[in-house]
């Protein structure tokens, strides 16, 4: 299956930009250092629309989540 292309992705994702991680650099070195709350990380690589990595979060609230994608359409969804 595959995903249109959305309206104004770009400018959708420049708008969600404090919660996007635009240096992964940062995450080798520190990854807690993006969070508000220390707490143990979970990571979600390819999390589509981000249906599973929220529901996980409100059923695990101590954790900090990192979800990843790499199609900029998709991303613009989660």
């Given at each position: 299956m595959r995903m249109r292309k959305?309206?104004?992705?770009?400018?959708?994702?420049?708008?969600l930009s404090a919660l996007i991680c635009s240096n992964p650099a940062?995450?080798?070195e520190n990854p807690r250092s993006v969070f508000e709350k220390?707490?143990?990380?979970c990571l979600?690589?390819?999390?589509?629309?981000?249906?599973f990595v929220k529901q996980l979060s409100v059923a695990a609230p101590d954790y900090n989540y990192f979800a990843m994608e790499k199609v900029d359409d998709v991303l613009v969804v989660a």
């Open positions: 959305k309206k104004h992705g770009s400018e959708r994702l420049a708008s940062i995450l080798r220390d707490a143990p990380l979600e690589i390819g999390c589509g629309k981000g249906d």
